[in-house]
């Protein structure tokens, strides 16, 4: 999108496709598009052509895959099986740093097992949004040894299948997480610390999210603050972290530059993109999303970071 | 310090002078050098000549007012009045954002009615830290009409003295105050909402202090977030806004320079000069830093929080 001639490499991600219904205290939605993939997909379809993996039901609306088929979304690897598709509901109070789960129905997730499209098996760059841990081992299995993998995970997983999260973990270049879920998995109240005992377990990259409070990116040599966009109003924050992460390896792909000065730059990609998905419920800001737009708010996050000597 | 030929203003500092007990998941210290003077004082004497404002007990050691002499700081404002010190004893569990309050004992504080030395009286640069407001506004009340005041507050005023904490904060150049302070006061979740509120209630300048996530800056047509430095350890985090305040005020008059850029500059500083203060107990850090830790974190934090376009 920003630079057309750039290079650009193709993006698979896999992860869930729901239907959620949300109540904040700025208003409600009712089986709106959700789930990690779809935020995450959309997300990068902004910046490189992704490959989505994950499974519908028969109830899915046709109009959402036409959604994705306009941002140019490989639906190869997306399974449609007989049932209801996964559905989430939950809500938010006063501080929406926290999501209040009122149901979480898996429907045709629960006997999902993805199949990696034959056309998908040499892409190069690999997101594997939160999803049981045991299924992100299988997708490894599947593919020709990827240029770069990230995997999210959450404390679901976390406090369910720690061995399989940590082997993930130990499998991928790249993790991310949010603080809480560092903090636990890592049983540190520091997340300095948790971030740096997360490179020790392989990946090269941790990116940990801090909701309105931005991120932080460790590698080997290197440390960034990424703040978020200060908004005044935010309306949902559902599926901030997988827009953040889809706008982080979607930005990777595009440039096919996972040096750290190149992954500062994918990060506050991210967090612009996540700041536009909580202006309104479900994907609604994101699908309509402007080039321009998100160039604004790149430079913004210059300005509003920048001191000297 | 940094730059000994810049222009050079003084500060003074009106606050609490005290002895803390402290329990953290690190250790504990009994009846150290505490009180938001002491930090703020002790931060800015690294930048500029402070005079200091408060009361001590007849019990107060000489040790303590020694050290503030040996960082050139004035301390022709301090009352010593008959009966205890000021006390306060509180403890932190694994989460140290939050401080719990064991025991406050005014004592001589209860009645203290600060009398600002006639050398005081043309000091351009006025900090009241944290304090009634009450106090603040006789502050203000006798000394000629400053360049530049900042005012800090707490939720104990904040619920206590509205009114007052209001009006303090329509007299003053500058306010600074916690994140749930921040909230509370002005009654919304967000940050920015409440940041651009208090703008708007007189100061020309509110700065949000948000602990381990940093703090964010408001000006009339400006704003800037800064990260706090990354610690693995954190030891005693008491004193640390109170020296950011200091670090921030400091710089300011040091350079004598409140212009948006300058400030940005000075809020680096006043976070450098907390990373170093909650790395031990009490002031014991503060006391001993020299000017090149604090040039080196300085270069750190424009190290971490730089992309490029």
Chains 1, 2 share one sequence.
Not at 64 to 72: D, I, K, Q, S, Y
Not at 248 to 269: K, T
Request: charged residues 20%; contains cysteine.
């Amino acid at each position: 999108m920003l630079r057309p001639n750039a290079p650009h490499q193709p993006l698979m991600i896999v992860g869930s496709i729901g239907l959620d219904t949300i109540d904040t205290p700025f208003g409600t939605a009712e089986e709106v598009l959700g789930g990690a993939a779809c935020y995450s997909s959309v997300a990068a379809s902004l910046f490189s052509q992704v490959r989505m993996v994950g499974v519908i039901g028969d109830d899915f609306p046709e109009e959402h895959l036409a959604v994705f088929r306009t941002r140019n979304i490989d639906l190869a690897g997306i399974q449609r099986c007989a049932g209801p598709t996964f559905r989430w509901s939950g809500y938010y109070e006063y501080d929406m740093n926290q999501a209040h789960t009122l149901a979480t129905h898996l429907n045709v997730m629960a006997d999902f097992s993805p199949t990696i499209p034959e056309s998908y098996h040499q892409t190069p760059y690999v997101f594997l949004a939160n999803i049981d841990p045991d299924l992100q081992l299988s997708v490894l299995e599947q593919v020709r040894k990827p240029e770069f993998v990230m995997a999210d995970t959450m404390n679901f997983w976390i406090e369910g299948k720690r061995d399989r999260v940590l082997e993930v973990i130990s499998r991928v270049d790249a993790v991310t997480m949010n603080d809480a879920e560092a903090r636990q998995l890592c049983n540190t109240a520091s997340l300095v610390v948790a971030g740096r005992q997360l490179l020790g377990m392989g990946p090269r990259l941790v990116i940990i999210k801090k909701g309105e409070h931005g991120a932080l990116m460790f590698t080997r040599n290197d440390y960034f603050v990424a703040p978020s966009f200060p908004l005044e109003e935010v309306k949902d924050p559902t599926g901030a972290g997988d827009t953040f992460a889809g706008g982080v390896l979607g930005y990777l792909a595009f440039s096919d530059d996972s040096s750290d000065a190149n992954i500062r730059r994918a990060i506050v990609y991210g967090s612009v993109l996540a700041s536009y998905t909580v202006e309104d419920f479900s994907l609604r800001r994101l699908i309509d999303l402007e080039a321009g737009e998100v160039m604004l708010r790149y430079a913004e996050m210059q300005r509003m970071t920048l001191f000297t000597a």
